[in-house]
């Protein structure tokens, strides 16, 4: 983790904080191999960022004290996905988070296989760590992002704010297209939502529901990616546009 993760309520006084998570302790102990003095970049979930320094280690918490916290603005993005099967959908939670997604909608796709809905890790414990895991990762925010489930696409909100066609900033991930999400000026004070099919794909009324919504269609690779790797490749070329524009 490039991060420690500390909750509202692990708040002592003024800028302490102890931390008694067993996993977090573990890793700090054992892997950071911590000692009193040693600083590292904590995350005040849903406060702020800032840099941490280990006071006091005891068997079962580790005392820090917090300075330079700050609430940067996080990159708008929002993640439109079929479900898929467990091991991509914990991929695409805990890396995308990582990356920068703030928003998961996921729905049952026509091609979707519709037990998927009900994994376990879709389960409020096992998601909560997967997001927490991809939080403690991601260096630009400190709110862990909101993940909604559909039964359809077509349940899916989209107020009028988020169709409207003169912001461009809503993708269609789809191998029938020629532009590239690189070629475009994009907004990062505005939400930039993009969708991902399933892995059968999407059917041809999904891509005109889409379509019909104002969902621009990109292509991000001559190949037929997995989800979770398209959604790699997606966000990595919006990090590249973000960068060289700032």
């Known amino acids: 983790m490039n991060r420690i993760i500390l909750l509202p309520e692990d708040k002592l006084e003024n800028d302490f904080y102890q931390l008694t998570n067993v996993d977090r302790l573990d890793h700090i102990l054992n892997h950071l191999k911590a000692n009193v003095g040693d600083q590292f970049k904590v995350c005040i979930l849903n406060q702020g960022i800032g840099q941490g320094r280990v006071e006091e280690i005891k068997k079962d918490a580790i005392s820090f004290s917090v300075s330079k916290l700050e609430k940067p603005k996080a990159l708008p993005f929002h993640l439109i996905c079929a479900l898929s099967r467990p091991p991509t959908m914990k991929k695409v939670l805990e890396h995308g988070t990582s990356l920068g997604v703030k928003k998961f909608s996921f729905f049952n796709a026509e091609l979707s296989q519709k037990s998927y809905a009900d994994s376990k890790v879709l389960q409020r414990t ?26 359809r696409l077509d349940l899916v909100p989209m107020d009028k704010e988020e169709v409207d066609s003169k912001s461009q900033q809503r993708y269609l991930l789809s191998l029938d297209s020629h532009a590239s999400p690189l070629s475009n000026n994009l907004d990062f004070d505005k939400e930039i939502v993009f969708a991902i099919g399933p892995e059968r794909g999407w059917t041809a009324a999904e891509e005109d529901f889409l379509k019909g919504k104002n969902f621009r269609l990109t292509k991000i690779s001559l190949n037929t990616l997995r989800v979770e790797i398209a959604l790699f490749a997606f966000l990595g070329q919006l990090h590249h546009n973000h960068i060289t524009t700032k």
């Open 126 to 151: 096992q998601l909560n760590d997967l997001l927490m895991n991809g939080l403690s990762q991601e260096a630009s925010t400190c709110e862990l992002p909101s993940v909604n489930i559909y039964d």
